[in-house]
């Protein structure tokens, strides 16, 4: 599977026969160097700059061994020099790094190009999907609000979720074991140049013949996610709030109304205060008994009436609260790096980050997580945050603080699972993520965009969650989902009938329907907030019930193969290059094509259809491969279903709901 093909001072390393290195004295494949970096951050956006101080090209080379599946060389400049090691596991290629100058923090890496090949991946995007001919910085952060052109914060790139991850069009994924900031450039048309702020662990390349295979290796590399419980899929997660009376009369609302209900999601279980018009939570996490009083016995009810409970934790507390004192005296706060709590600003105040590079830290809040809310009846929560660790700061590990920035999210996932698992209720519970990186498929039961605008906006309104999706899934996310209707609702940006209403449809078609009241709950449209949305709402909820054997289905494949549910179209239609300039159409599954309306006034809609047979969901109507413009009233999106899946008679009995 290995072949190294050298001439003179030149090589050409080979895997599975495809070029992966090419090096001489012109274009090296490996530069070293060293840099300072400068950190800013405001509300967990960051300002990142450097001043590169070396960069070395290692222009020569020895072999210092060379075997079947392990080839090892050293690559040097006079007295600088890295060994990498070529070996072959578990059918991959890993190239291995050590580096014998501690002070050298930064290494470029080359790898070939082709002038037609598009690139996915890097964790979630959510203005791009083929990333060809951009260039890429991976750093946790807040996604930005208002991101666009110009942006009110945020850049096109900035992600809660990036990951050193990408997927070529030629059918192999490369992933780098870094933890650090690094830029993967994919500008150059004859090399992609993946500029890493220190010597990672290795990179692994995965080479195969399908994309399919492909998404598949990548995703069993990585790890999968949990497997969701069945009750997911049994309704709309009613995102309300306001008190155990509010919350009853919404239930009963949708229960008149024939919306199907598998979860109402309460994230002020714990209390809330206000910022004008803005509702704000009150972070410490147990439940608030005068908003919600007698909480386990409120849950016990509804849960015999076949709906579940939902919370909120995050991985901050608020000042002065009770766990925030607590916390505190028992030393499990970040510091900063004079010794003392480092006081984390954040649009509602000032709060404490909980150190998770320490043990103590862990048990304490798995403690909180089971005691105060698996112990009560909680089926789920929002794990809220995770992008906050600042550089400057100082962590009980001694790790610096810009190593495990991007590690503090997967961390946060893990002890959220470990409390699930320690409890006996995997299976049974779910809980939902944001931020993330490298690894966190493994630990994170659910992934939700974050937080959208609540309008149209392409970079960061109801558009975004299609390429942020279809991204997360080729990175080994099969389990996602996004607010109905948005959060951000700032100045001029207020949600209206329409942009909700056409949330709710696209919602149908993700694994999970989850409202959001949104920042400005007053001001902003609700699925109850006339008749019609709310006839639109219960027509949409049963849709998605119906759906529940296609998505069993699904969540099988994922589970199995790795394949995610949310799927770029090429994946099945390789042979189609008009596919890679697609990104606001995908398949759902391999049967469903679901290209949203993401626009207001929308009485049409343009459909790329690959190569196939095609049955229009809602009249029955039969297509083949190409452009179509069809009928996109509200309540019947632009979807597809594949002559011939065997799922056919359940999706032929959607015209009639």
């Known amino acids: 599977m290995l072949r190294f093909e050298q001439v003179a001072n030149e090589f050409e390393l080979y895997f599975r026969d ?29 300002k990142i700059r450097e001043k590169i101080l070396v960069q070395i090209p290692l222009l020569k080379f020895k072999i210092i061994s060379n075997s079947k599946n392990n080839i090892i060389i050293e690559f040097y400049k006079e007295n600088e020099k890295l060994i990498v090691t070529f070996v072959i596991k578990n059918s991959q290629l890993e190239m291995q790094f050590k580096c014998f100058n501690p002070e050298i923090n930064r290494i ?39 991101r666009g052109d110009p942006p009110i914060t945020g850049d096109w790139y900035t992600t809660y979720y990036p990951q050193p991850t990408f997927i070529s069009s030629e059918n192999y994924f490369c992933h780098s074991e870094n933890s650090c900031y690094a830029i993967f450039n994919f500008t150059q048309e004859t090399f992609h140049e993946l500029y890493i702020w220190s010597i990672p662990k290795f990179l692994v390349f995965g080479k195969y013949e399908t994309a399919i295979e492909t998404i598949s290796n990548l995703s069993q590399f990585l790890g999968r996610q949990p497997k969701l419980p069945d009750w997911v899929f049994d309704g709309v997660w009613l995102g309300v709030q306001g008190g155990k009376d509010i919350v009853e009369e919404k239930i009963n609302t949708c229960i008149e109304n024939e ?30 008994e005068e908003l919600y009083p007698d909480l386990p016995n409120f849950i016990r009810n509804l849960n015999e009436k076949g709906i579940k409970f939902l919370g909120y934790i995050n991985s901050m507390l608020a000042k002065d609260e009770e766990q925030y004192i607590e916390a505190l005296r028992k030393d499990l706060c970040v510091k900063n790096k004079e010794g003392d709590l480092y006081k984390i600003i954040t649009d509602t105040g000032e709060k404490s980050l909980l150190d998770l590079s320490n043990p103590d830290t862990i048990k304490w809040l798995k403690r909180i997580i089971k005691d105060n809310m698996i112990n009560i009846g909680l089926s789920g929560w929002m794990a809220d945050y995770g992008e906050y660790l600042p550089i400057d700061s100082a962590i009980y590990s001694g790790e610096i603080s810009e190593n495990f920035h ?74 996602y989902h996004f607010d109905i209707g948005g959060f951000h609702s700032l100045g001029k940006y207020i949600r209206d009938k329409e942009i909700f209403m056409r949330w709710v ?14 920042i400005k709950p007053f001001d902003n449209w609700q699925f109850d907030s006339d008749e019609e949305t709310l006839k639109h709402f219960s027509q949409m909820s049963q849709i998605y019930s119906f759906l529940k054997p296609y998505l069993k289905q ?35 599954g391999k049967d469903l094509l679901v290209a949203p309306v993401i626009k207001p006034s929308i009485k049409e809609w343009s459909v790329y259809l690959p190569n196939d047979n095609w049955i229009h969901l809602w009249t029955g109507d039969k297509y083949q491969g190409g452009w179509y ?17 065997r799922f056919s008679d359940l999706f032929e009995s959607l015209k009639v709901l």
């Not at 199907?260 to 279980?269: P, S």
């Not at 996932?413 to 493994?442: D, M, P, W």
């Not at 394949?563 to 770029?568: D, G, N």
Request: aromatic share 14%; hydrophobic share 40%.
């Open 505 to 518: 449809e696209v919602s149908v078609f993700t694994m999970i329907m989850r409202t959001h009241e949104s």
């Open 554 to 588: 699904l969540s099988i494949e994922y589970l199995e193969d790795g394949l995610p549910p949310i799927r770029a179209c090429y994946l099945h239609y390789e042979d189609d290059p008009e596919l890679h300039n697609i990104k606001y159409q995908y398949l759902f």
């Open 18 to 46: 495809y070029l992966f290195l090419k090096h001489n004295h012109e274009e090296p494949c490996f530069k070293i160097g060293l840099a300072n970096a400068r950190y800013k951050m405001h509300h967990g956006e960051f």
């Open 259 to 288: 919306v199907k209900i598998a979860a109402v999601w309460c994230q002020d279980w714990q209390g809330i205060h206000m910022q004008g018009a803005q509702k704000r939570l009150t972070w410490n996490w147990e439940y608030d």
């Open 406 to 479: 991007n590690k503090y999210p997967v961390i946060f996932a893990k002890a959220n699972l470990e409390a699930i698992q320690e409890s006996g209720k995997l299976g049974e519970i779910v809980f939902f993520t944001r931020a993330g990186y490298s690894n966190i498929s493994k630990y994170t039961t659910l992934v939700w965009a974050g937080d959208q605008l609540v309008d149209w906006s392409m970079h960061d309104g109801l558009a975004s969650v299609i390429p942020a999706g279809i991204s997360l899934g080729i990175c080994g996310i099969g389990y």
């Open 108 to 146: 470029w890496i080359r790898i070939p190009a082709n002038s037609d090949e598009a690139i996915y991946g890097c964790g979630e995007q959510f203005s791009e999907l083929n990333l060809r001919g951009k260039e890429v910085p991976l750093w946790v952060e807040e996604q930005g609000v208002g």
């Open 629 to 645: 413009t069809v009928k996109a009233p509200i309540g019947k999106p632009p979807v597809f279903y594949r002559e011939g899946s």
